[in-house]
Nanobody, 124 residues
């Protein structure tokens, strides 16, 4: 089971916060780095940040540095994306995905291994 399930999205005002969850009921997430991506309809999927198996963070997007953090709870097989000071340009569908190994490489899995994503809308 390498297809995780995202949750926690919603509508929030600029400056607000959300915590997204990435869970897997099957395969041990603790064995892989986990990436978060986001996509605005009509645009390419964008890497946001990643957590390695050693809990090191890699930022793929400079725009979220200082505002987004990532963590993992191996006991719950869950990775969290904490988003603070949200901006309207953070509006997107957010997806998490297994990387190909223990370290972050922004690996893009095959189409069939993506979840449904969770929608984040930042608007006043």
């Amino acid at each position: 089971q390498l297809r995780p399930v995202e949750s926690g999205g919603g509508l929030v005002q600029p400056g607000g916060s959300l915590r997204l969850s990435c869970a897997s009921s099957g395969f041990g997430m603790e064995l892989y780095a986990i990436n978060w991506f986001r996509q605005v309809p009509g645009k390419e999927r964008e890497g946001v940040l990643c957590i390695s198996t050693g809990s090191d963070t890699t930022y793929y997007s400079d725009s979220v540095k200082g505002r987004f953090t990532i963590s993992r709870d191996s006991a719950k097989n869950t990775v969290y994306l904490e988003m603070n000071d949200l901006h309207p340009e953070d509006t997107a569908i957010y997806y998490c995905a297994y990387d190909i190994g223990e370290d972050c490489s922004s690996y893009l899995p095959p189409v069939g291994l993506w979840g449904q994503g969770t929608r984040v809308a930042v608007s006043s």
